[in-house]
């Protein structure tokens, strides 16, 4: 990029990039979890691609295909989610707090000022 200036005309091209992109937890990319297919360029978004077997389907079929993939991509984020949180509470001890307990608090400077 020669000109700093310029970096919002690259916005759309970065924001198409980004949504092509395959994320880690969700097993697909934006793009495909929204439209049903990872469109190639950006003029694949326009009204329907047509090289796409999954677009010649009729109204109820696509529904049934999009509905089909978004509790697939549920199903992985809640597995993703529940693995993070059993690695990240490894080693923990759960506590259990009554009414009337005393807790030990900590409060910085920085996070409430005066």
């Given at each position: 990029m020669q000109n700093i200036r310029e970096w919002e005309e690259l916005l759309p091209h970065i924001e198409f990039a980004y949504n092509r992109?395959?994320?880690?937890?969700?097993?697909?990319?934006?793009f495909e979890v929204v439209y049903g297919f990872n469109p190639l360029t950006p003029l694949d978004?326009?009204?329907l691609p047509?090289?796409?077997?999954?677009?010649?389907?009729?109204?109820e079929a696509?529904?049934?295909y999009i509905q089909d993939l978004h509790s697939q991509?549920?199903?992985t984020i809640e597995?993703?989610?529940k693995k993070q949180q059993e690695d990240g509470n490894k080693g923990r001890k759960e506590l259990i707090f009554q009414e009337g307990d005393w807790v030990w608090l900590h409060l910085r400077k920085?996070?409430?000022?005066?």
């Amino acid at each position: 990029m020669q000109n700093i200036r310029e970096w919002e005309e690259l916005l759309p091209h970065i924001e198409f990039a980004y949504n092509r992109v395959v994320h880690s937890t969700t097993s697909h990319s934006p793009f495909e979890v929204v439209y049903g297919f990872n469109p190639l360029t950006p003029l694949d978004l326009l009204p329907l691609p047509t090289h796409e077997a999954r677009t010649c389907q009729d109204g109820e079929a696509k529904a049934k295909y999009i509905q089909d993939l978004h509790s697939q991509v549920k199903k992985t984020i809640e597995r993703r989610v529940k693995k993070q949180q059993e690695d990240g509470n490894k080693g923990r001890k759960e506590l259990i707090f009554q009414e009337g307990d005393w807790v030990w608090l900590h409060l910085r400077k920085e996070r409430f000022p005066t």
